[in-house]
């Protein structure tokens, strides 16, 4: 698979491998963290989030990982697909506000 | 279910003209906010409110008002429309309580000339 190991703006990744997009964090008090997926024209979706004394969470074929001591976060993507080819955010959650970062745009090549 | 729907979804303005935006969700939920996105940017907190009656300012309200007067509809007002108000506008919706897990509409296109 490909992994990028600090944020990057585009991540371009063969059909199949797995995919590791990365999001560094500013607020040690945010209570949950989450990943949101952008096709393009719509609004965003929600993917998976994890909450602050976690240190991994698994969903369908994601997997979320949270790295406090370096305010890190990271989404894995198994098994690549066409249809996973967006701009994923990471977002932090504190006080009733969700506060999203730049962004980083998969492309999914055949 | 409908989910979050915003009206319209394009829109072009002159400047010093006022408009709003409106926002309705069919789901019960107790949040709403909205956000706006430029070019290459990610999604920025522009007001959101927690229940009706409430609303509180985001990370970048001026030149923006709102009000909720129900639970179903959280419109956003332009006051006096600016070229740096071309953006693209999310209403997004959650239940009571954890606030993360949000429903977008599909977007507002607007375009102050």
């Known amino acids: 698979g490909e992994s990028v190991g600090l944020h990057l703006p585009t991540l371009s990744v063969q059909e199949g491998d797995n995919s590791i997009i990365n999001c560094a964090y500013s607020n040690s008090a945010s209570d949950y963290f989450i990943w949101y997926k952008q096709e393009s024209g719509k609004g965003p979706q929600f993917i998976i989030d994890?909450?602050?004394?976690?240190d991994k969470r698994q969903g369908q074929r994601v997997t979320v990982l949270l790295n406090k001591t370096v305010k890190h976060l990271s989404l894995q993507i198994a098994a690549t697909q066409p249809g996973d080819s967006a701009v994923y955010f990471c977002a932090e959650f504190n006080d009733y506000k969700l506060s999203f970062g730049a962004g980083t745009t998969v492309t999914v090549r055949a | 279910n409908a989910g979050v729907t915003q009206t319209p979804k394009f829109q072009v303005l002159k400047t010093g003209q006022s408009m709003t935006l409106q926002c309705a969700q069919d789901m019960n939920h107790e949040y709403m906010s909205w956000y706006r996105q430029d070019p290459g940017m990610g999604l920025r907190l522009i007001h959101y409110s927690v229940g009706a009656g409430i609303t509180d300012q985001g990370e970048v309200p001026n030149g923006y008002n709102v009000s909720r007067s129900t639970t179903e509809d959280f419109p956003l007002r332009l006051l006096s429309a600016a070229p740096s108000q071309t953006s693209v506008y999310f209403c997004?919706?959650?239940?009571?309580?954890?606030?993360?897990?949000?429903?977008f509409g599909e977007g507002s296109r607007l375009t102050v000339l």
């Open positions: 994890i909450r602050s004394n976690m």
């Open positions: 997004a919706s959650s239940r009571k309580g954890y606030t993360g897990e949000l429903f």
